[in-house]
């Protein structure tokens, strides 16, 4: 269990029951995600894995997030850039500015 310091000085417990291990996701970037997603038709997964992306996440940190395979995680980034027609993560990225 990890415990470290808040901003008052008081000690946290990281790994309590209900912490969000998980910065707040920017509302903007979800609403754009969740867009995408519906206009294009991006199945569930790839709109969860489009949100990592799409906050610069890379291939191995969302394979060890969502505890999937080398190959799920490109097949799905490649599906996800089929649907949006891009050719490159910054090509993806763009959509998002």
Known sequence: MQVGT??????TDAGA?????HPVSDSTTD?????LAE?????????????YLARGRSQPYIRDELVLSKNTVATHVKHIYQKLDVH????LLDLFE
């Open 6 to 11: 808040g901003a008052d000085g008081a000690a």
């Open 17 to 21: 029951i209900g912490a969000d291990p």
């Open 31 to 35: 609403e754009r995600c969740r867009m």
């Open 39 to 51: 206009s294009r038709g991006l199945s569930g997964r790839e709109a969860e894995i489009l949100g």
């Open 88 to 91: 490159s993560r910054q090509e």
